[in-house]
């Protein structure tokens, strides 16, 4: 009579671990897709504030050389005129700031704190900087989005692993039970 139930103990026991484990791997690829998710939208959003900063700058940069030889006056109305412009590249580098990790973009962060002198001989070198800066970054992340989310990997390893293990178990059994027959079979 106890043998009767033990078998059933035991089968309700394997379902319910295996429900947790699906369960369980459920939910990390459910996070690890939310995260990739976020990880393409800060992408998309740091090349589009990066893009918007180099446009602005170049442009900048152009026009302070030519209104370098206006006179004081000239210069003071075009400032005035154009301040909504230097607001936006204001917000443009505080926005990608922000967006930054300080410990993994140091670089590109200095960089863009040095922003803030137009008619500095060094500019168009520094803008090209930044550009290669952010395109490295870009470049980083986007990897990161396509091999996946560090417990991904993790997972897939594992279920790999898991894979060939039931699949040379199997192996092992078929070759155990035709061994059995074939024996049998000679025996007779």
Same mark, same amino acid.
């Given at each position: 009579?106890?043998?009767?139930?033990?078998?059933?103990?035991?089968?309700?026991?394997?379902?319910?671990?295996?429900?947790?484990?699906?369960?369980?791997?459920?939910?990390?690829?459910?996070?690890?897709?939310?995260?990739?998710?976020?990880?393409?939208?800060?992408?998309?959003?740091? =090349?589009?504030?990066?893009?918007?900063? &180099?446009?602005?700058?170049? &442009?900048?940069?152009?026009?302070?050389?030519?209104?370098?030889?206006?006179?004081?006056?000239?210069?003071?109305?075009?400032? $005035?005129?154009?301040?909504?412009?230097?607001?936006?590249?204001?917000?443009?580098?505080?926005? &990608?700031?922000?967006? $930054?990790?300080?410990?993994?973009?140091?670089?590109?962060?200095?960089?863009?704190?040095?922003?803030?002198?137009?008619?500095?001989?060094?500019?168009?070198?520094?803008?090209?900087?930044?550009?290669?800066?952010?395109?490295?970054?870009?470049?980083?992340?986007?990897? =990161?989005?396509?091999?996946?989310?560090?417990?991904?990997?993790? $997972?897939?390893?594992?279920?790999?692993a898991g894979?060939?293990?039931?699949?040379?178990?199997?192996v092992g059994?078929?070759?155990?039970?035709?061994?059995?027959?074939?024996?049998?079979?000679?025996?007779?």
């Open positions: 009579m106890k043998e009767d139930l033990l078998v059933p103990a035991i089968v309700a026991l394997v379902v319910g671990l295996i429900a947790a484990v699906v369960s369980l791997v459920v939910s990390i690829l459910a996070k690890d897709q939310k995260t990739s998710e976020f990880r393409q939208a800060w992408i998309d959003a740091l =090349r589009n504030d990066v893009s918007q900063l &180099i446009a602005q700058l170049g &442009i900048k940069m152009t026009t302070t050389e030519i209104i370098q030889s206006k006179s004081t006056e000239q210069v003071d109305e075009y400032l $005035l005129a154009h301040q909504e412009d230097y607001v936006e590249i204001a917000m443009l580098i505080s926005r &990608i700031r922000l967006r $930054l990790n300080p410990d993994e973009h140091e670089k590109l962060s200095h960089l863009l704190i040095s922003m803030d002198n137009f008619n500095d001989k060094g500019m168009g070198a520094r803008i090209e900087t930044i550009s290669v800066e952010a395109q490295q970054i870009l470049k980083t992340e986007w990897d =990161r989005v396509k091999v996946g989310e560090p417990s991904f990997v993790w $997972l897939k390893r594992i279920s790999k894979f060939f293990s039931v699949l040379a178990i199997g059994v078929c070759a155990a039970v035709v061994s059995d027959q074939i024996g049998t079979y000679w025996s007779r």
